[in-house]
T-cell receptor
Framework: RKEVEQDPGPFNVPEGATVAFNCTYSNSASQSFFWYRQDCRKEPKLLMSVYSSGNEDGRFTAQLNRASQYISLLIRDSKLSDSATYLCVVPNQAGTALIFGKGTTLSVSS | ETGVTQSPTHLIKTRGQQVTLRCSSQSGHNTVSWYQQALGQGPQFIFQYYREEENGRGNFPPRFSGLQFPNYSSELNVNALELDDSALYLC??????????????FGPGTRLLVL
């Protein structure tokens, strides 16, 4: 299993849709998890941190399933401005590096 | 804005040349990490510097080297450039040795093209 693996994209959804991305990770000892958002030709920006079973921030919900070693990101009521690449990120065991998935591209259309 | 700055924003080099990229970390942060992001891929960890010492390295050859200065700014040097070195180079600043477990703040990146 790859260290961090994400759903292949792209996801093309209409405005107002609900969309979910899944991510699996290989290190069962991982304690913290992140979702980053990256706009085209820009740097990644932290969207959400996930330290326990889940986290909710407005239209965004991240859930963690430690037994199955997967993290999900749910976006409700999609907006055009949500169009971006979403990166699932897990720190390495030493905590010195972030391990990124390849990213899942979301395109929201009107 | 994260307060992390990088220079230059864009760079074009030819194979075999050497390049130096620069990063200024956010105020109060003593850890800088460098990542390489090839087109269509997620960022890959190159190395991390904590208080001027290398504190971890990814799977990159020795021709990728770095420095961190007393003010915690950092440089990434790449010697003998290859075509595959063409990528977006990102630096991220954070606090502490295990900074990856905390929030890392990314700079805007340097886009390097090797011809």
């Amino acid at each position: 299993r790859k260290e961090v693996e994400q759903d292949p994209g792209p996801f093309n959804v209409p405005e107002g849709a609900t969309v979910a991305f899944n991510c699996t990770y290989s290190n069962s000892a991982s304690q913290s998890f992140f979702w980053y958002r990256q706009d085209c030709r820009k740097e990644p920006k932290l969207l959400m941190s996930v330290y326990s079973s889940g986290n909710e921030d407005g239209r965004f919900t991240a859930q963690l399933n430690r037994a199955s070693q997967y993290i999900s990101l749910l976006i409700r009521d999609s907006k055009l401005s949500d169009s971006a690449t979403y990166l699932c990120v897990v720190p390495n065991q030493a905590g010195t590096a972030l391990i990124f998935g390849k990213g899942t591209t979301l395109s929201v259309s009107s | 804005e994260t307060g992390v700055t990088q220079s230059p924003t864009h760079l074009i080099k030819t194979r075999g040349q050497q390049v130096t990229l620069r990063c200024s970390s956010q105020s109060g942060h003593n850890t800088v990490s460098w990542y390489q992001q090839a087109l269509g891929q997620g960022p890959q960890f190159i190395f991390q510097y904590y208080r001027e010492e290398e504190n971890g390295r990814g799977n990159f050859p020795p021709r990728f080297s770095g420095l961190q200065f007393p003010n915690y700014s950092s440089e990434l040097n790449v010697n003998a450039l290859e075509l595959d070195d063409s990528a977006l180079y990102l630096c991220a600043s954070s606090r502490g040795l295990a900074g990856a477990r905390e929030t890392q703040y990314f700079g805007p990146g340097t886009r390097l093209l090797v011809l």
